[in-house]
Structure formats: C-alpha cells, structure tokens
C-alpha cells in the first residue's frame, strides 16, 4: 500500500505506529457498544472540562452531492475508503471542530457535522459495509477509520472519485511533489493549523473537510446522532482527547 506522507509528500510504504495501537488496545480490550454512552452535543456546549478550555471552530459547509459520507486518512486511504453505510439527503452542513486547550497544547478533540437543529437522542456507532453491531456491543473489532499521518479528510463519496483524480494528475505533473506542502498546507494555516476547508482546484464545487488527529496516529470512532425518529441529525468523530 502506498501513502503520501505528510514528511516528505511522496509515495512511499508507511507502517502505523505500533506503540499508539499497543495503548489503544489494552485501553479499549473490551468491546465497543454500539451506542455511545455520552451525550457528544453536551461537549459542544461546554467552555471547559477537565481543567481544558474548548473552543467551537467552525470550518465552513460540506457539499454532499450524493449523501454518503467517508472518513479517511488522506495522505493514506483515500483510494480505496469506503463510505458509511448509513445515508444523509444530499446537500450542504456545517462541520465544526472542538478544539482542547491545555497547559502545553492545542489539540482537536472532536469534530461535528449538523444535518439539523434536532437535539440528538443517542449516538449510533458509524459502520462501514460489512461491519455490524448488536444493540448492546459490536463483535470483538474495534470500528474506527485509521490515521496514519496523523490528518484525516471528510467529504462525499463523489467527491472521493474527483479528488483521487485530482491527486493522480498532481503525481503525474509533479513526480516529486510533497501534496501536503503544496496542496494543504495553506488551507491549515487560515485555521489556526487545525482544520481546513479544501477546495478541489480542478472541481471548485467539490471540498472535502481536512483535520489534525487528536493525538496523532491512531484509530478514532465516529458516530451518528439520531433524533427521537430515528432521524440523523449529526454526525461526530471522537478524537480520544477529553
């Protein structure tokens, strides 16, 4: 499997980081519910917590053209993610981060996307196809979309096939090419160096949600906020900070 890696920008064979998979599973041995047991709109709404000031960073609309939504890693996964099973109608929705403050760092602590104003009811752990859960605990994997450079990418599956395109043809042109300096990196920095906005320069209809990983490499789930209908009205990544 080949990544672009945030390093050098280049095609090149990455292993994950053995050590953060080591914590995460002797910290999550035991199942994963398939609801989560928190209220992730209640985070939202505070202004600290655990001695961390939050701060809500709204980094603008996603276009859904198609309703279904993937999570990657984009400098790794993006050509061959797969999108939620679970369908939103196709349109535009906020994304918003939830940024950690501490003594020593900044960190992105969760991210959320608003399909309505309903209040979630619960939190339904997000699957891929192929993937199921009891109403009580998932089997014995742990879901969640992996990072590998420490960056994640929100968008629509459509938007997945232009941006693979696009990358393929940035490749082509620039063997050499690093695609986070040259691509990414300036839509980070007009959000502090968190989140970004990214416009496809080939499809400037097309964006995709970009985003630093909590702690870096790891393994992060997301969830679907559902509404007293069964509805979806949210949609939340948990990036294991708070």
């Known amino acids: 499997m080949y990544s672009w890696s945030k390093a050098d920008g280049k095609r090149s064979a990455q292993m994950p980081n053995m050590d953060f998979f080591k914590r995460f599973w002797k910290k999550y041995s035991t199942k994963q519910p398939r609801y989560a047991q928190l209220d992730y709109s209640r985070y939202f709404e505070l202004s600290a917590i655990g001695g961390m000031r939050l701060e809500r960073r709204y980094l603008g609309k996603l276009a859904l053209p198609k309703g279904y939504l993937l999570v990657c890693d984009p400098l790794l996964g993006l050509h061959d993610a797969l999108p939620y099973t ?18 020593l760092s900044k960190k992105n ?5 608003s399909f309505s104003e309903e209040r979630p009811q619960r939190w339904e752990l997000a699957l891929l196809p192929g993937q199921e859960a009891s ?6 994997a742990y879901y969640g979309f992996t990072a590998d450079a420490g960056i ?5 599956a459509q938007v997945q096939q232009y941006f693979n395109l696009y990358l393929e043809r940035f490749f082509k042109d620039h063997p050499d090419g690093n695609v986070y300096s040259t691509l990414f990196a300036a839509a980070f920095e007009k959000n502090g160096g968190l989140g970004a906005n990214f416009y496809l320069p080939s499809s400037p209809q097309m964006n995709a ?4 990983t909590g702690y870096g490499d790891g393994i992060y789930p997301a969830y ?10 949210s949609f939340v990544i948990d990036f294991l900070v708070l």
């Open 209 to 212: 949600m970009l985003f630093h």
């Open 152 to 156: 994640g990418c929100l968008c629509d």
């Open 224 to 233: 679907w906020g559902l509404g007293k209908n069964g509805n979806i009205c």
């Open 86 to 103: 679970r369908r939103v109608p196709p349109g535009q929705y906020p994304v918003s981060l939830l940024v950690a403050t501490g003594s």
């Open 109 to 113: 602590a969760m991210l959320r996307m």
């Open 135 to 140: 109403p009580d605990h998932a089997d014995d």
